[in-house]
């Protein structure tokens, strides 16, 4: 994958900087290893330090030190992890700060507008990470609901007129069905890469292993596909 900042070989493995930093390492060190792209999460980011004091050292690789690509995580991961801290709804997500309990709202427009102020390379749409277990019933809403917001996160980045790489998440629980399903309307959408998402939630590794047994070949051969942990 070619960016404006650098060229990253695949397979390749990305290391974590949830808050703007991987945790006991310098950038150069991060370099050293051979780590070529880096992950920071937009709704942690949003809250600390705050996107404003990152845009004012220029944008999150400023911030950073680190002038190589990076690829921002929504925040739909915390539609999961903060269960008992958020509130659902077709225009969005109320969360609550696990900083200090504010009240924060995130939809797809804000979380594509946050990612571009960080000057993320790889914008990833906003998504709900369906929970597990989940009967059907649910996991379908919650794809459905998933694919609206991935067509408004597209629509607002080409608002932008942001031309960094936008990637979809395809969704659907456990089931082959939801994710063929899934896949195939983010297709029809179009993004720059594709991501596997709702795995790594507390399913059994047999269940993640069957989803994976089939799902990457629904997803186009000439283009990044990316398996979220």
């Known amino acids: 994958m070619i960016f404006a900042r650098g060229m990253v070989e695949t397979p390749a493995f990305m290391p974590v900087g949830t808050y ?113 277990p989940a009967d059907k019933a649910t996991a379908d809403q919650s794809m459905q609901l998933s694919l609206r917001w991935a067509q408004r996160s597209k629509d607002t980045h080409q608002a932008l007129g942001n031309n960094n790489a936008l990637f979809g998440i395809v969704q659907g629980g456990m089931y082959e069905d939801l994710r063929q399903q899934s896949a195939k309307k983010l297709i029809e959408i179009e993004f720059d890469g594709y991501a596997i998402g709702g795995l790594s939630v507390g399913e059994p590794k047999e269940a993640m292993i069957k989803v994976l047994d089939f799902l990457p070949e629904q997803l186009p051969k000439d283009k990044p596909r990316y398996l979220m942990g």
């Open 20 to 132: 703007g930093t991987v945790k006991a390492m310098t950038p150069e060190e991060v370099k050293g290893i051979g780590a070529q792209i880096i992950l920071g999460n937009t709704f942690h980011l949003s809250i600390t330090p705050g996107t404003e004091v990152i845009k004012a050292h220029g944008d999150l690789h400023d911030f950073m030190h680190w002038q190589g690509p990076i690829l921002t995580d929504s925040g739909g991961f915390q539609v999961f992890s903060l269960g008992d801290m958020r509130k659902i709804s077709e225009a969005g997500v109320d969360f609550r700060s696990p900083k200090d309990g504010a009240k924060i709202f995130m939809g797809p427009e804000e979380s594509i507008k946050i990612q571009s102020d960080l000057g993320a390379d790889i914008v990833m749409i906003f998504d709900e990470c369906t929970p597990y």
